[in-house]
């Protein structure tokens, strides 16, 4: 590493280790979570925690992007370890997608993320903090019959979460629900600027005051009231290890005896074009929120990701996306650079191999505080309002695309937004390539830009406006482009012409226009 590259992490270290510190408290329950949801062991989940952390970072040009386990694909893990028939034999379908995703990194393919319109990434941003709100409500009120899956956007996981929190009003801790308001109240506190610029501000992220607090107010609630402590299931879960050879001793690797079944290569092949896909939404995503507009090299990505795939896949881990939620609440609480997520990844390892125990103390309601915040922050009503006032050519793909991903899941959801978009470029296209002005019986049609087959419907309304014995001038001297059938629909509007008396003139400057030109 070149010496002003370390000078350049080390200038925003201070702001790097405090992010790192809220992401790893962020990333523990949604580790442990996703695994549980895939229908893994829950160690896989941390290590795909640490290797995202780690070793993806290390190979990514994304500063601010944080990789782990992605509760979207958890249903196709889920299925895919029952497909194959065991867990190690879906480590080799890991393996297998890693190396096929640092094969489309070499012949890129991470230029797709730059199709993505700009109205779709905020909405998908948005639709992720509204997300995260609703299925954090029944944390916040202590309900915490499952959080697995936290960061998911799938159908049946979302209106489960309107149900969590019905169900959550019936069964509310006292204790859980002060602890996340109190949590909540600091964390917008910790937002104005007296506090932000002050000494503590600074050094002390507000995410952490809001786990020790959370976990120093259950304590003493332990001690004074025993009956209102929070249980065991309102706590992070983390399994114990007892020094480096009891985590080595997880470890497991794959089964290549599985490698002549053709079901491998299917469900390699579709992990590693949803894993891509997701990675690739989500760094375009964080490069819109980064604060000082680097745009990160999508090819160098999806081979970080391929490498992290392969390192995750021989060790037991499962697959790994980069994830907004990490992501965002890494941009949100400061990280600068790429050390806030490889540091987070450290953090990781040091607590399963040696502070398991302690950070069992914490309760999920002050971590379901810290995703709220984060969730406000990517939905807030600023940014509707912004996109609101850009007109309905960037709002109505924007909302669209929102609700598409609460009813159905983020790349189904991308979709209907994608396509959405689409639609708004065609009718943007479609009034705007083409112009007609009248002047003393004289007609002018202008094509302003490229022209092609969406343009004809309304070449064709102009042509038939222009009345009999007049002239029509077709000007296309602007045009890098017109395409066939628009010329076609000239020239046989040039026919009937001269039996309307109208005097039609060609201005067709076009290279690929040859055959008219002449005409």
């Not at 790893?24 to 549980?36: K, S, W, Y």
């Not at 600091?186 to 020790?212: D, M, N, Q, T």
């Not at 309760?363 to 006032?389: C, D, E, Q």
């Not at 390539?433 to 419907?457: C, P």
Request: charged share 15%; with cysteine; aromatic share 10%.
């Amino acid at each position: 590493m070149r010496t002003e590259t370390l000078t350049y992490y080390f200038r925003y270290l201070k702001d790097d280790i405090r992010a790192s510190v809220v992401v790893f408290l962020v990333a523990i329950p949604l580790c442990l979570g996703i695994a549980l949801a895939s229908g893994a062991p829950l160690f896989s989940g941390l290590i795909a925690g640490i290797v995202g952390g780690i070793v993806v970072t290390l190979f990514s040009g994304s500063q601010l992007s944080v990789s782990g386990p992605a509760a979207g694909l958890a249903v196709i893990v889920f299925m895919a370890i029952e497909t194959l028939g065991s867990f190690q034999a879906f480590l080799a379908a890991v393996v297998l997608a890693g190396i096929l995703q640092l094969l489309m990194g070499y012949l890129k393919a991470g230029t797709i993320g730059a199709f993505f319109p700009s109205s779709v990434i905020k909405a998908m941003l948005s639709a992720i903090g509204l997300i995260l709100i609703i299925k954090q409500i029944p944390h916040a009120f202590g309900y915490d019959k499952r959080f697995e899956g936290d960061e998911s956007y799938m159908q049946e996981s979302f209106l489960t979460s309107f149900e969590d929190i019905v169900s959550a009003f019936g069964h509310i801790s006292i204790t859980a629900t002060l602890i996340s308001a109190l949590s909540l109240a600091i964390l917008f506190l910790w937002e104005r600027p007296r506090i932000k610029e002050s000494l503590v501000g600074r050094y002390l992220p507000g995410a952490l005051v809001v786990v020790l607090l959370g976990v120093a107010a259950n304590l003493t609630v332990a001690t004074s009231a025993p009956e209102l402590a929070l249980k065991q299931s309102h706590l992070v879960s983390l399994p114990n290890f007892f020094g480096i050879e009891d985590f080595v001793s997880q470890l497991q690797g794959p089964d290549w005896s599985i490698l002549s079944q053709g079901s491998l290569y299917t469900v390699a092949l579709t992990i590693a074009i949803i894993a891509s896909i997701e990675t690739l939404l989500s760094v375009e995503a964080v490069d819109k929120i980064d604060p000082f507009k680097r745009i990160a090299p999508t090819n160098r990505e999806l081979k970080a990701q391929g490498i992290g795939n392969i390192v995750s896949g021989l060790l037991g881990g499962l697959p790994i996306t980069a994830v907004i939620v990490r992501s965002s609440t890494n941009v949100y609480n400061g990280g600068k650079t790429k050390m806030s997520a490889f540091l987070h990844g450290v953090w990781l390892l040091l607590a399963v191999l040696f502070f398991s125990a302690y950070l069992n103390y914490i309760p999920l309601a002050s971590l379901a505080a810290i995703l709220l915040f984060v969730g406000y922050k990517l939905a807030s009503p600023a940014l509707f309002r912004t996109i609101y006032h850009q007109g309905s050519e960037q709002f109505i793909p924007f909302i669209v695309t929102i609700v598409a991903i609460l009813l159905t899941d983020l790349l189904i959801g991308i979709g209907i937004g994608m396509a959405t978009g689409l639609f708004f470029v065609i009718k943007t296209n479609y009034h705007k390539a083409i112009s007609m002005h009248r002047e003393n019986g004289t007609y002018t049609i202008v094509f302003h830009k490229s022209v092609n087959f969406l343009n004809k419907a309304l070449l064709r309304k102009y042509l038939s406006e222009v009345e009999e014995g007049s002239t029509l001038i077709i000007d296309g001297s602007k045009a890098e482009f017109i395409d066939h059938d628009i010329l076609e629909t000239i020239e046989d509007f040039k026919v009937t012409a001269k039996e309307k008396g109208i005097n039609v003139e060609s201005r067709l400057y076009v290279p690929m226009a040859t055959s008219a030109q002449s005409a």
